[in-house]
């Protein structure tokens, strides 16, 4: 890829893709708060066909998760139910909207300043927990000092932080040890309260969020009550039992959950439910080892859009954007500029031989071939991790995430275009940053479905 990507970097370039956290569960939280984005539902469902009209069942969301935790600390965990419960218990101070944007919970405001060294943070003291309790700066620190102190699933995303620092009884410092992307991360950890407080289920930690965990089985179930908030009175996380599938159709047993793209065909004949389609973080970019930006923006001009998705690939959607296929204006889409193709005759290209690299090298041949470019496939991944001065490719067909496409300098980089940046405008700017040098083109994304039953109210969770 492009010079001095280290040895560690180039390595990570072709290696398979760990994406932190429970895809399924960032899906359905993403369904949540998908106001306004009924194109990617795929398949209407029918109130028609919806059989339960009772009353109690009318005040309750039951929601299907592929597993529950073997816990009472769902908090500990970064599953597909500790999705929902850090929207509906356990807020952070920041949550990811996802369209590429950020949503103030328990923060009043995060400010990144001395060039993405450190974020000064301003708790928002209107919050409370379930018990009442305000929300200042020291009980933040305490949070943030359980999880450090224990191993969780948020163990690596807080090694970044060197330091946390109160500087007031509303304000945190927060200092990392590198100027990382993923620094923005850190604030996307559940925070808890009172984590000893006793209760009929045991011992376990009190939130900020609409609900409250009014019971909890360990691998079964977990049963939300109302604090002050949310649509619903009750909300239950049930472990989706898939071998039941028939059954839970036929009697509409849950109103939100997961399915794989072979149930597609048996939740269409139910008629009930509505099928939509949510984005995962991995996906197909075409990246560059081209030092010429403006041939760069001239290969982009003929491979970001979506009529060379549609030509070129048969499964996930459409990304205009880098940061979300989701992201509106400003996205890649909107800000890539034009370039040139002038000086390119003759292309190198790295790509695994899958079906979905394979149309896109094609589609590419083609295009480019008809601006008198010619493509030349690498057959050897040693091309791009070969030591700097040897052969290496010119694009790779990439499949992955935008984050591991990026050198310790590109995101320190991203820092300097922005030394102070607040973090609601974080993947704002970082779109427009990565758009403006256009290190790579996003091309698509890959997909996991939902079923929602047809009329039921999702939406209202965000009021």
Known sequence: ????????????????????????GAALLLLLYSKGQDRHRIFRGSTGKVIHREKEREDTLVIGVSSLSESIHPYRQEDEAMKVLLRLVYEPLLMGD?????????AGSVRFEEGGSRARVTVNTKKAFSDGTPVTAKRVLQSYEWFLGRDTAYTDCL????????????????????????????????????????????STALGTGPYKIESLVPYEKIIL???????????????????????????????LFMIDKGMYDMVTACGAYDIWETEKEQGYYLAYGLEDKSLRDGIAGLAAGKKFFEETQDKGIFSPGIVSA???????GTLVEKGSLEGADELSVLLEYDGGAAGIYQGLS??????GVSLRPVQSQEEISAPSG???????IYW?????????EDEEGFYESYPELEAERFYDSLERYLAKENFFTPLSRDTVWAARLAGRDTLGLLE
Request: charged share 30%; glycine share 10%.
């Open 98 to 106: 996802g369209k590429g944007g950020i949503i103030y919970k328990n």
């Open 366 to 371: 083609q295009v480019l071939g008809q601006e």
């Open 326 to 332: 989701y992201k509106e204006n400003p996205c890649y």
């Open 1 to 24: 890829m492009k010079k001095g990507r280290s040895a560690k970097e180039k390595r990570r370039l072709i290696a398979p893709v760990c994406i932190a956290g429970a895809v399924f």
């Open 225 to 255: 009550s109302q604090n002050g908030g949310g649509s619903y009175g009750r909300v239950e996380l049930w472990r989706m039992d898939y071998s039941r599938m028939e059954e839970i159709l036929e009697f509409q047993e849950m109103d």
């Open 390 to 396: 040897l052969p290496q490719a010119e694009l790779v």
């Open 400 to 408: 992955g995430s935008y984050r591991d496409l990026l050198r310790a």
């Open 159 to 202: 090694r970044v932080l060197e330091k946390i620092e109160p500087v007031g009884e509303d304000t945190l410092v927060f200092t990392f040890r590198e100027k990382s992307l993923d620094n923005i991360r850190v604030f996307f950890v559940p925070l808890i309260y009172q984590e000893d407080q006793e209760s009929e289920y045991g």
